[in-house]
C-alpha cells in the first residue's frame, strides 16, 4: 500500500491521526446510506414490477376497446372523435429527497382513480367519445374511459421508475465512494501513520542515544 507524502514530524502523525479518524466516520456514514438505499431501491423496485404488471394488463383491455372502436367506426371515424375528447388533467411533478436523493413525485390534476370501476368500464360523462350529435359511441366511449383510467396508475409507474434510475445511479456512486474509503484512502493512512510512528520512535531512540553518548563523554572529562 502506497503511502501519503507528509512530513517526518510529530505534528503530522497528529494530523493524520485526526484525518484517520474523520475518514472512518465518513465510512460508517456511506456504510448507513448504502444500506438505506440498497433497501429503498429495492421496496421501489418490487412495487415498480408490480405496478408495470397492473398498467400491462390494463393496457391489454383498454387496447382491446380501441380495437372493437376501430371495426365499428373505421380509422377516419376514430380520428374525428380523437378531435372533439375532452382534454385530460395535467401531470404535476413535485420532488422529494430520500437520503439526499432527490426522487419525484408525480400527480395528476382530475384523473380518475384506481377503484373507479364506473370510469373505467365506460362512464361517458365528461369523458366519452361521440358518434354523433346524439349518437354516443359505445366502444370508443369504452376505450377512451379505460385510456383516461390509466393515466394515474401510468404516472405513478413512471415516478416509481424513475425514482429506482435515480436511487440506483446513487447507490453506484455510494459504493464507489465507500470502496475507495476502504480501499484506498484508509488504508494509506494506516500505513502512513505505522510508518511515520516507528520512524519518530527511531528518531526518538537515536536522540536518547546520542544525548547518553554526550553526557558520558561529559562525565569523562571532568
Known amino acids: 500500500?502506497?503511502?501519503?507524502?507528509?512530513?517526518?514530524?510529530?505534528?503530522?502523525?497528529?494530523?493524520?491521526?485526526?484525518?484517520?479518524?474523520?475518514?472512518?466516520?465518513?465510512?460508517?456514514?456511506?456504510?448507513?446510506?448504502?444500506?438505506?438505499?440498497?433497501?429503498?431501491?429495492?421496496?421501489?423496485?418490487?412495487?415498480?414490477?408490480?405496478?408495470?404488471?397492473?398498467?400491462?394488463?390494463?393496457?391489454?383491455?383498454?387496447?382491446?376497446?380501441?380495437?372493437?372502436?376501430?371495426?365499428?367506426?373505421?380509422?377516419?371515424?376514430?380520428?374525428?372523435?380523437?378531435?372533439?375528447?375532452?382534454?385530460?388533467?395535467?401531470?404535476?411533478?413535485?420532488?422529494?429527497?430520500?437520503?439526499?436523493?432527490?426522487?419525484?413525485?408525480?400527480?395528476?390534476?382530475?384523473?380518475?382513480?384506481?377503484?373507479?370501476?364506473?370510469?373505467?368500464?365506460g362512464a361517458l360523462d365528461g369523458t366519452a367519445l361521440r358518434a354523433g350529435p346524439g349518437g354516443p359511441g359505445l366502444a370508443a366511449g369504452v376505450a377512451a374511459a379505460r385510456l383516461r383510467a390509466l393515466l394515474p396508475e401510468l404516472a405513478a409507474l413512471a415516478e416509481l421508475e424513475t425514482s429506482c434510475s435515480k436511487l440506483a445511479r446513487e447507490l453506484g456512486r455510494t459504493r464507489r465512494k465507500l470502496n475507495a474509503l476502504e480501499q484506498v484512502h484508509i488504508p494509506a493512512h494506516v500505513e502512513t501513520i505505522r510508518f511515520l510512528a516507528e520512524q519518530l520512535e527511531e528518531r526518538e531512540r537515536e536522540a536518547l542515544f546520542q544525548l547518553k553518548r554526550v553526557t558520558a563523554l561529559r562525565e569523562g572529562t571532568s
Open 1 to 121: 500500500m502506497a503511502r501519503l507524502a507528509v512530513a517526518m514530524s510529530k505534528s503530522s502523525l497528529l494530523r493524520l491521526q485526526g484525518d484517520l479518524d474523520f475518514l472512518r466516520a465518513g465510512r460508517e456514514l456511506l456504510d448507513q446510506k448504502r444500506e438505506f438505499l440498497s433497501e429503498a431501491l429495492r421496496t421501489f423496485a418490487h412495487e415498480a414490477r408490480a405496478a408495470r404488471e397492473r398498467v400491462e394488463e390494463r393496457l391489454t383491455e383498454a387496447y382491446d376497446a380501441v380495437a372493437e372502436a376501430h371495426a365499428a367506426l373505421g380509422e377516419r371515424g376514430l380520428d374525428a372523435l380523437a378531435l372533439a375528447a375532452d382534454p385530460v388533467g395535467a401531470v404535476e411533478v413535485k420532488e422529494r429527497s430520500l437520503m439526499g436523493v432527490i426522487v419525484p413525485v408525480a400527480q395528476l390534476a382530475e384523473a380518475v382513480g384506481e377503484g373507479d370501476a364506473e370510469a373505467r368500464e
